[in-house]
């Protein structure tokens, strides 16, 4: 996704975790932790500042098996959204 992408057409989210300020592998530590107690099917919202937590995320939905439904750019931080299998 681009940072031109309209904010509307994000994904609808059960479950919110703000990384801010976090680096590798807190986002990922927090977001696995938050996934853990959802329930399959619901959507969880990570934001992160970290710039290599794009591809730590990508890898971590193959890994994990939980699906990445979008990642959304802006100029401060990113917005990835997560599906709980």
Do not use: W, Y
Not at 54 to 72: I, P, T
């Amino acid at each position: 996704m681009s940072v031109s992408d309209p904010v509307s057409e994000l994904p609808e989210f059960q479950h919110d975790v703000d990384a801010s300020g976090l680096t590798c592998p807190l986002p990922i530590l927090r977001a696995k932790k938050a996934l853990a107690q959802m329930e399959s099917g619901q959507v969880l919202r990570v934001i992160t500042t970290d710039p290599k937590a794009v591809r730590d995320f990508q890898a971590f939905a193959k890994q994990s098996g939980n699906g990445l439904v979008a990642q959304h750019e802006t100029p401060d931080s990113v917005q990835h959204f997560l599906r709980r299998r």
